[in-house]
């Protein structure tokens, strides 16, 4: 005799009330842009010339709105000294394979 598995009657609608909850907040999370580190942006902008190089704040969502393409992963915003000595507001773009600066 083969018995079947009895399961409550929310179970199956509150699986999907989950998943639909928990998948768009992983998709948050797990947002490449946060892989993208500090450090690379510091690294790019001294490979420059630039010194006294000061990350001010990443931005890894709507980087076409902080002087990137819409296509990198992360923004972020750096002040440095450049070769004359004068104090700049720089914008580093990232992705997994490429960092620039946005002159």
């Not at 450090?39 to 890894?60: F, P, Q, R």
């Amino acid at each position: 005799m083969v018995s079947k598995a009895k399961t409550a009657p929310g179970s199956l609608a509150s699986l999907l009330i989950i998943l639909c909850i928990a998948l768009p907040g992983a998709s948050l999370v797990f947002t490449p842009g946060f892989i993208c580190r500090s450090s690379t942006a510091i690294k790019a902008v001294s490979d420059e010339g630039y010194t006294n190089v000061l990350v001010n704040s990443k931005h890894v969502f709507f980087t076409g709105w902080h002087g990137c393409s819409k296509h990198d992963d992360a923004a972020f915003d750096v002040s440095a000294k450049n070769v004359r000595g004068e104090q700049v507001r720089l914008t580093v773009c990232s992705t997994w394979f490429r960092t620039y600066i946005n002159h």
